[in-house]
């Protein structure tokens, strides 16, 4: 049974730094795609990052600079560094998991997720 687990969101500054992190089960990250969704009140679920099964990443051009995708394959387990965050910032961050070991947010959003945690909520306030 896949599971993914977020944790790491919180109640931060503009200008403070998270890290969010999702532990996965049931599958392994070194054959998956991963990726960070979110998703604001009142707005439509956005891509954020991803991770190729073979580490390379994209982002989003609202982020690009200040987050960082990565994941540990030993642990099962994907990270999001935030730096820099912004009051725009503010969502509920979705993790995500593909069979596809190739992604592109593009693709996730179109054709859907395999696979969803429930989200960890993060606030930025200014």
């Known amino acids: 049974q896949v599971q993914l687990v977020e944790s790491g969101g919180g109640s931060v500054q503009t200008g403070g730094s998270l890290t969010l992190s999702c532990t996965a089960s049931?599958?392994?990250?070194?054959?998956?795609?991963m990726a960070w969704f979110r998703q604001a009140p009142g707005k439509e679920r956005e891509g954020v990052a991803t991770?190729?099964?073979?580490?390379?990443?994209t982002y989003a051009d609202s982020v690009k600079g200040r987050f960082t995708i990565s994941k540990d394959n030993a642990k099962n387990t994907l990270y999001l560094l935030m730096n820099r965050l912004e009051p725009e910032d503010t969502a509920m961050y979705y993790c995500?998991?593909?069979?596809?070991?190739?992604?592109?947010?593009?693709?996730?959003?179109?054709?859907?997720?395999?696979?969803w945690g429930n989200g960890t909520l993060v606030t930025i306030s200014s």
């Open positions: 995500a998991a593909d069979r596809s070991p190739k992604v592109t947010i593009g693709a996730l959003l179109y054709y859907g997720v395999d696979y």
């Open positions: 049931g599958f392994t990250t070194r054959t998956y795609s």
């Open positions: 991770i190729d099964a073979d580490g390379t990443t």
